[in-house]
């Protein structure tokens, strides 16, 4: 929205011009102060591969790691470009150096590749295209896992970029189907709707307990198959990190809007560790013809509309 738009709307609705204007101010101080100042950028660092786990806050991860089998040690603690997917994945690959991305394969599950730069990665594997559960309206990790061991050992990039979607919301595991169609919702810049929270969560429909649950042990599923991963290519540098954290609360927000600065949808775990093939696991193949699909009901799904 240009400036003349700006004004035109302040015009249309007077009463609205200081929660409009004061979150178009927030989204400037997020992009051009804090997180210039603050954030860490995944292409400033060294790594070989570098897994996303999807709107996965800082302490969730330090609390659940402790009791798997993956033998993490506790994360560092650092805060990520955004609040919400599509500016990490503008301002994580629009800021990174063209021969970089050259060279870097990104498989991912999530839905909003069309925010990747104009400047080619070396692949992109839209697995949300193929690998989508219909029943629990998401990606479920073992795709992204299948395609990242099929294409890390295949070595035709330095780099690859493995974006798993949980845990973020839906839930997969035993509360999939009480969460169906109630799903963490991204607000737009400028507003703060009902819907654009955890519209299950804030109607009553699910109780706030039961949200947090449900979110915390989402993130299980996911760090299996990640076990999986690194028992099944051979990196030197890995890095596992979030995109975001998320609300579970906090000053009575759930979920993860855009251009917030909060350390619930900003601090994300961080580590650093290494990955050996052990070759004791065959991945799936799958039809990666792109299939007929519809991006509209997919962001639904994921809360995003």
């Given amino acids: 929205m240009d400036l003349g738009e700006l004004i035109s709307k302040g015009i249309r609705n007077p009463t609205q011009i200081p929660t409009w204007l004061y979150f178009r101010l927030q989204g400037v101080y997020d992009e051009f102060v804090f997180t210039p100042r603050q954030s860490r950028h995944l292409f400033d660092e060294d790594w070989d591969v570098a897994v996303i786990l999807d709107a996965c806050r800082y302490d969730l991860a330090a609390d659940r790691i402790s009791s798997h089998s993956i033998g993490f040690g506790k994360p560092e603690k650092v805060t990520s470009v955004s609040s919400w997917s599509p500016d990490w994945i503008r301002r994580t690959f629009g800021s990174a150096p063209e021969d970089l991305l050259e ?44 395609r990242a061991i099929t294409a890390i050992r295949e070595g035709e990039f330095d780099r690859y970029v493995v974006h798993y979607m949980q845990p973020h919301l839906p839930p997969i595991g035993k509360h999939a189907d009480r969460f169906t169609g109630f799903s963490p919702q991204e607000g737009e810049p400028g507003e703060e709707r009902e819907e654009a929270e955890w519209a299950a969560v804030k109607s009553g429909a699910i109780a ?32 596992v990190t979030a995109d975001h954290g998320n609300y579970l609360g906090e000053k009575g927000r759930w979920g993860h809007p855009r251009d917030h600065i909060h350390p619930a949808v900003r601090e994300v775990p961080w580590w650093k560790t ?32």
């Fill in 103 to 146: 060279e870097t394969a990104y498989i991912t599950g999530n839905v909003f590749t069309n925010e990747l730069p104009k400047s080619q990665l070396g692949d992109v594997d839209r697995v949300w295209q193929y690998g989508w559960d219909e029943e629990l309206e998401t990606v479920p990790p073992r795709p992204i896992t299948d």
């Fill in 208 to 239: 706030p307990d039961t949200a947090r649950e449900a979110y915390r042990e989402n993130l299980d599923p996911v760090l299996d198959d990640l076990e999986l991963l690194l028992d099944n290519i051979d990196a030197r540098e890995v890095v």
């Fill in 274 to 305: 290494t990955a050996t093939d052990s070759d004791t696991y065959t991945p799936e193949s799958y039809d990666t013809e792109e299939e007929e699909t519809d991006r509209d009901e997919k962001l639904e799904a994921l809360g995003y509309l």
